[in-house]
């Protein structure tokens, strides 16, 4: 049932647009994907919730884009040349290249047992920056967008005048030379972080660390996944991270098994020691009150945007029956949902399409909108079921004479008539959305 549901999620992504193979008309390329139409929409609105929740709503928490690009010092300081590696092993029948970690001494392929010896194998990105491909030239694309965070505190510290506790947020792109790629957007090479760096004094980061991962994982629980999908996993002490004084996981029920969503970690001040010792700068912040300075500790809640709209999906998909049919309908938040609403005529007549039109252009710059005047009105509500549209706007004959449209709820398949005046205000109430949470 856990691969049937899996195949259902892949095929419908590829069938409505949100999520395509990439390079596919050449045979597809390594465990890449691209975004389609839709898929484009919800990914933002999963990065844009996150944004909102962790920056907009909070007066301690500023935001920062920082290089994709970077130095080898700041990899060489933070650690990553030397512990970001995988261990790897070959099969000497099959000649494929495993992680020895994921396979219990068993060719996943072939099921041999010949296996060579592990080596370490850093899963870095190695580029060249300039027209000459020296050692002198070398760049790497970042693995993670923690560090920007962290060689840039000094500077957020001197422009913004924050005093911890305060955090550092970033969105962006990182690259892992995954040597198992796999789980559809689950685990690949390109990928979106959504991280923070929290900056707290050293005695206060137990207190911090405690808040960032229950704040975390209720922000899923808000946003719709079922409290029986979600879980804390705390790291044994064997398996945390060279920096980390503690760590938690929340896990999401994947249809192949419990799956990280987001790590929260006590990072201690290591990083910030470490790009001071490297650079020679001081990476401190001086107390007015104590009238000392000291290198803060940092909480880190780190999560995947592709990984966590993945998981929106799978929580979000279900089939039921609605007049003797079967559908399939995500019941997305709609903050999240890749259109709140969509506007269907039923007829291509001249002015239903105009009435239509101008309905769209009055919602549109409050809610993401969708606009479909192709086949049946019972084949349309089943199409904005499947993206997890929460609300059709049917624009009947009717509406030339009384002013008003049907609304149609996705969840219920219930409908009520609504002036036509009072639409956009009706939408906000009923989807609990405005302009300010797009």
């Keep these: 049932m ?5 195949e259902k999620i892949v ?20 465990s890449t994907y691209d975004y389609g139409p839709l898929g484009v929409l919800m990914l933002r609105n999963v990065k844009n919730a996150w944004w909102r929740s962790m920056v907009q709503l909070r007066h301690d ?12 010092k700041i990899w060489e300081a ?6 970001f590696t995988d261990p790897l092993v070959d099969c000497r029948s099959c000649k494929e290249r495993w992680r020895a970690d994921q396979i219990q001494g068993v060719c996943p392929n072939c099921g041999s047992t010949d296996l060579t010896e592990a080596r370490a194998f850093n899963m870095m990105f190695k580029t060249y920056v300039g027209p000459v491909e020296d050692e002198a030239s070398v760049a790497y694309l970042r ?7 962290f060689i840039n505190f000094k500077n957020v510290l001197q422009t913004t005048r924050k005093k911890p506790p305060f955090g550092i947020a970033q969105v962006g792109k990182s690259f892992r030379n995954e040597i198992t790629p796999g789980n559809f957007v689950f685990r690949t090479r390109e990928f979106e972080q959504m991280e923070m760096e929290y900056f707290v004094p050293p005695e206060e980061a137990p207190k911090w660390f405690e808040y960032w991962y229950t704040e975390r994982l209720q922000w899923y629980k808000d946003l719709g996944i079922r409290d029986d999908l979600l879980r804390l996993r705390h790291h044994e002490k064997e398996e945390l991270s060279h920096y980390s004084a503690g760590t938690v996981d929340v896990e999401f029920a994947f249809p192949w098994g419990w799956g990280e969503l987001e790590g929260i970690a006590n990072r201690t001040d290591f990083d910030l020691k470490a790009h001071g010792a490297h650079s020679g700068e001081r990476l401190e912040y001086f107390d007015p009150v104590t009238n000392r300075p000291y290198i803060p500790y940092v909480i880190e809640p780190a999560a995947g945007a592709t990984r966590t709209m993945m998981a929106f999906l799978v929580a979000s998909y279900d089939e039921d029956v609605i007049g003797g049919e079967a559908r399939t309908v995500l019941r997305l938040d709609p903050r999240l949902a890749p259109y709140q609403v969509a506007i269907l005529p039923l007829s291509k007549k001249e002015p239903l399409m105009k009435l239509a039109d101008e309905i769209f252009d009055s919602l549109s710059p409050t809610f993401s909108c969708d606009y479909d ?14 993206v997890g549209t929460p609300s059709c706007v049917t624009v009947d004959f009717d509406s030339l004479d009384d002013n008003s449209v049907t609304i149609r709820d996705r969840d219920s398949t219930s409908q009520i008539r609504v002036p036509i005046a009072e639409l956009k205000s009706h939408l906000v109430s009923i989807l609990g959305w405005d302009a ?3």
């Design 11 to 30: 095929n419908l992504s590829k069938r409505r647009g949100i999520v395509f193979p990439s390079a596919e008309i050449y045979g597809g390329f390594r």
């Design 373 to 386: 005047d192709t086949q049946s009105i019972g084949r349309r509500y089943r199409r904005q079921d499947e």
């Design 2 to 6: 856990a691969e049937d549901l899996m």
């Design 61 to 72: 928490v500023v935001g920062l884009d920082a290089s994709i690009l970077s130095t080898p």
């Design 78 to 83: 933070s650690g990553h040349l030397e512990n």
């Design 143 to 149: 693995p993670e967008t923690a560090q920007g965070m």
């Design 436 to 438: 300010g949470a797009c």
